[in-house]
């Protein structure tokens, strides 16, 4: 009954900016909200920023060095991540999910397929 399509992804120069979004249909109970993670080449899946399903709550990987921003679109029905200050470090394929708080981690339940973001040097 949950759904998520991500889009924005494609080809950036360093440097430059990016909005993504995740249209979401359908929610589950055991979720706290929605959030996004990205996977880039030969590394393990990591976790960027998660929204309440309220959207008063927003949670970010400290690492993004506030280079992240996360937001409830409500006319789209959508959860968009504005990313700026790109770095090909950056490059990487984004995925959005709902998102379940555990070990102290934020981790995926229900998962996008995922789009792709490449910046370039």
């Known amino acids: 009954q949950v759904q998520l399509v991500e889009s924005g992804g494609g080809l950036v120069q360093a440097g430059g900016s990016l909005r993504l979004s995740c249209a979401v249909s359908?929610?589950?109970?055991?979720?706290?909200?929605v959030g996004w993670f990205r996977q880039a080449p030969g590394k393990e899946r990591e976790f960027l920023a998660t929204?309440?399903?309220?959207?008063?709550?927003?949670t970010y990987e400290e690492s993004l060095e506030g280079r992240f921003s996360i937001a409830r679109d409500n006319v789209k029905n959508a959860v968009d991540l504005q990313m700026y200050g790109l770095q090909p470090e950056d490059t990487a394929v984004y995925y959005c999910?709902?998102?379940?708080?555990?070990?102290?981690?934020?981790?995926?339940?229900?998962w996008g397929q995922g789009t792709q973001v490449t910046v370039s040097s």
């Open positions: 999910a709902t998102t379940q708080m555990g070990g102290g981690r934020w981790t995926g339940e229900y």
């Open positions: 359908g929610r589950t109970f055991s979720s706290n909200g």
């Open positions: 929204i309440s399903w309220s959207g008063r709550n927003a």
